[in-house]
């Protein structure tokens, strides 16, 4: 130990530290200064950002012992608060920049940085700096970050007042289609929010810190457990095996399509027999510090009689592959499409076919916040797990039957989020937690240090899949034939789900009349196969849009006219056969297309010997919410201020559910001239919000923000007087009126059959995505110099969120197109393994155009926006590097090696 005195936003803080502690661990735990983010703990991801001397350190890797005595550090808590904030976090909530919020303190601590230096840096000294500091983001795509950083610029140096920089809702007082900020922007960006490990430094002194105990093998039978050494450790309180389940220890996928070969009953909460996977949990360790429990994991002992592990759909399906889960074969779904007529005879015949193998990989959702939960028995006797769920009761009917309590006797909150893009749609330690509280009666917390965020939570199931167009000579589709087989890991929840996706979104965006194909779902050992942004579409219009570019090479066709001649018009059908609800697409292209005859011009003006420079086009479709008549529940109710109370469970990302719930529930009340600020909101407790349906799929703003719509049209006609006018509070309750109305919505949708047929979603989004990339030959490096996005989502509810989820998305479609991978499971344990893409991988130069055509069965005309800007913005880049230098890239990510491959191979 040591002693320390250092000077903490302006205060003398003198403390007893261990010197090897860091300087985040002495500011979260010591000083409770939890607007200092733990994210990575490797310094990849600058979120722990603090100024140390006027320098902009990461806090997650500077000893203590390395701190000078005396020394000054700012915190986020130090640069601004909620009543007095810094131009920087003012800034950062106009331009959006706080979405989750997790990775903001870091940011704006460290923009504090630049502009304590440089008071009026350009924009690419702005992503210099960040580049530099290692400031890291998934949400945000990086450009609204540098926008507030110059406004905030302008306010330091007084060219702008914070007056004039603050947000104003424009004259007619509507915040639906406005940009205004989110309710939970302001403590974001202060380092008020508190997020899982934030609230588990405030919770009771008896709380137990659990650590796994995870198998380091892919596939193994447990022969035994020995937790003799552990248990005699310090500050032990137990070691939990399976035996300490009460039920049935097992997560159940919930819904299996009955053709399903599995029961859904296959994910052990702790491993009983057998472990499936790498980072499988086999026990938990239970001990008065997080770091005692960890060391006392390290003794548990485990014995395996390892079995071949198949770490590929193709290695599963091998003749000699042994059944993963006894009983159940490897492949145990197939999902067909038949829509018209048969395709052979049509194949044989016609003037033009291409055809090729395509492979979309296991894309690592890497929030910056790594999974986090705690549970504890509340007064009622009822077990309270707090988590970063988007399915609270989702998770609630899968978990409770495998910890042998009632449904009833369960409640789910989701925590503060720091960023999700789908993993938590399956449950992840909700179960882990609940089944220590349950053991040991106390609460109990548990934080995944980032290898584990990296290893046991799930990721993007990657596709294998052959697609074959058919066409006569003017372009027109005549026929596709699909193939497609999905590694979903060793668990198969939505496994089936997921496969039926290649089947409504292979070739989707084009009348194809005729259609055949068949698709697999396929147990493995790899990483377990989760919900990611998009689901299923950027592996299946991956396939289809670099195809159509092939089948424009061989037409002889400019790639977009191709698309023109085929995207949805009246007498189209998609590929489940159902009538599009809007047919913009032709109108998005000839949108498109002066910015795109431009960009070709400039590609080829501007390529060299050494950079070529190319444009590539793709078109993405996905669905706003979950199969068939998917529904909602929300609650509106009048408070005695005149103000209105919505009550529901929109789980939040760091999407805007928030936003999304004020700015509709305005909407739905104008009549009554409530702002904004009135509109109180209870989110994300299933024991005091209605069950709302998980935040997945595009289909909250679909589904929630029609069933809150629905509760504001009840309250204000109950509101409504005879004579004109609308009752007041008292007036309600005088006369004995119902305060709170429960909104309702079912989708007028149909779930498809076994050929894939139906009309699965009331709602879509469309979008044409371009992309302009530079190509080095000498390495095969590829950088995206911009992307643009013509996108139709309905109306919108909130331009600036929805400007902030397609800016992000576009970055993650960068990512996805040239560096994430999770396939070594050693080398991409962490961000800079896994290919996460920092600033300057995205380009600042990002362009959104929208079409709003008005959903009938929108809210308000609003369809869904988070999925579409992942639906495929990497086709559009693959497309472009073989415009740039005539490689092209069918299986990703394009890495540098890959494209000097292709290079070399053309001589």
Known sequence: MIQKELIVNGVKKSMVVAADATLADVLREQLLLTGVKIGCGQGQCGACSVILDGKVVRSCITKMK?????????????????????????????????????????FIVSAKGLLDENKNPTREEVRDWFQKHKNACRCTGYKPLVDAVMDAAKVLRGEMTAADLAYKLPADGRAFGSKLPRPSALAKVTGTCDYGADLAHKMPKDTLHLALVQSPVSHANIKGIDASEALAMPGVHSVLTHKDVKGKNRITGLITFPTNKGDGWDRPILCDTKVFQYGDAVAIVCADSEKRARAAAEKVKVEYEELPAYMSAPAAMAEDAIEIHPGTPNVYYIQKIAKGADTAPIFEKADVVARDDFYVGRQPHMPIEPDVGFAYINDEGKLVIHS????????????????????????????????TFGYKFS?????????????????????????????????????FMNVGFAAD???????????WTVDHGPYSEFGDLLTLRGAQFIGAGYGIPAIRGEGRTVCTNHAWGSAFRGYGAPQSEFASEVL??????????????????????KGDTNPSGQDPEVYSLPEMLDLLRPKYQAALEKAKKNSTAEIKRGVGISLGVYG???????????????????????????????????????????????????????????MNDTSKAPNSGPAGGSRSQVMTGNAIRVGCELLVKAMQKPGGGYRTYDEMVAEKLPLRYSGKWTAPASNCDENGQGSPFCCYMYGVFMAEVAVDVATGKTAVEKMTLVADLGSLCNKLVVDGQMYGGLAQGIGLALSEDYEDIKKHSNLVGAGFPFIKQIPDDMELVYVESRRPDGPFGASGSGELPLTCPHAAISNAIHNACGVRITRLPALPEKVLAGLKALG
Not at 71 to 89: C, K, R, S
Not at 392 to 404: E, Q
Not at 648 to 655: I, K, L, N, V
Request: proline letters at 7%.
């Open 427 to 463: 449950p992840t330690m909700e179960a882990l937690v609940g089944v220590a509280a349950l053991a040991t009666g106390k609460p109990v917390h548990l934080r995944y240090d980032y290898q584990q965020q990296m290893a046991y939570t799930g990721k993007r199931s990657p596709f």
């Open 548 to 569: 159509m570019d092939e089948l424009a090479e061989k037409l002889g066709m400019d790639p977009l006219e191709l698309r023109y001649v085929n995207a949805y018009r």
């Open 388 to 419: 970063k769920s988007i399915g609270l009761h989702l998770h609630l009917y899968m978990i409770a039957p495998g910890m042998g309590i009632e449904p009833e006797n369960v409640v789910m909150v989701q925590n503060p989020t720091g960023g």
């Open 624 to 682: 706003s919410g979950l199969d068939g008549p998917d529904s909602s529940e929300a609650w509106v109710e009048l408070n005695a201020d005149g103000g209105v109370t919505v009550y529901s469970c929109w789980e939040d990302h760091g999407q805007g559910a928030d936003s999304g719930a004020q700015c509709t529930a305005h909407e739905g009340l104008l009549p009554l001239g409530i702002p904004p600020e009135k509109i109180r909101l209870v």
């Open 473 to 483: 000579k003017s372009g027109k589709l005549l026929a596709m034939e699909s193939d």
């Open 66 to 106: 390395r701190v000078p005595d005396g020394a000054n550090v700012t915190t986020i808590e130090g640069v601004g608060t909620p009543d007095a904030p810094h131009a920087l976090q003012l800034a950062w909530m106009v331009h959006g920049a706080a979405q989750c919020g997790f990775c903001s303190p870091g």
